[in-house]
């Protein structure tokens, strides 16, 4: 046993190592070091914020909400892992921060959705020819109490909304009330199944970069380590 304890020290040690060399090397570290800091003081970074309705350039999408873009397309938080969209924070509490849609189309909120609607764009204004989705979650408390417009319950189907439609609030509802996660907007453009379906947006191969829509640099491989924003 005595020469089996300095054997299991080394390998944590070693685990620990690892661990630390990843998160300080990752893509996306200087930006994550960023976002806390504005997460513990949220008036310290007005220069990084976004406002809800802005359009950057001549990109089709307007800004969905007020905040911070703490997060983006194929960010990783931990080892394996690729964000498939983006993250909006607003440094506010939870149920505050107002979220319109992005882009006009036909909203969906599932009969067990607590938090998320999902929008069906019929032709993307980057690629006419086909159908596209864009997706909404954490608009909810740690508990699951819906932010979510009262236009909307539970079991909506296909309702036609205008960009800037209001939609609801962003929320810190993960599906686990012991771990909630900060307050923020998760959004995705997520492809179609070619049946007319939306795929899984958990896996990022099913979702689009969203920089074109947005006219930011929204993917990780690209933007490895600043805040985007625009006026």
Known sequence: MSKRIPLMI?????????????????RGSARTTQTFAFL?????????MMKAGTQCDSAPFIFPTDGLIGFIWDDSFRPGHRH???????????GVTPV????????????????????RVPEDPLQPNRQIWVYYTHMADFQGNAFISSQFP?????????????????????GDPANPVGVHLHISVVKDDGFGKFKNELEIENTYDPSPYFGLPLNAYENTDTIPVCN
């Open 84 to 94: 498939a969209g983006i993250d909006i924070f607003s440094g506010t509490e939870s």
């Open 10 to 26: 080394l390998i944590i040690i070693l685990l620990t190592a690892s661990l630390y060399y990843y998160f300080s090397h990752r």
């Open 100 to 119: 319109i849609a992005a882009y006009q189309g036909y909203l969906t909120r599932e009969a067990d959705w607590k938090s998320t609607v999902i929008i």
């Open 154 to 174: 539970a079991g909506t189907e296909e309702v036609y909304v205008e960009a800037g439609t209001f939609l609801g609030y962003q929320g810190n509802y993960s």
């Open 40 to 48: 513990r003081d949220p008036s310290s970074r007005p220069d990084l």
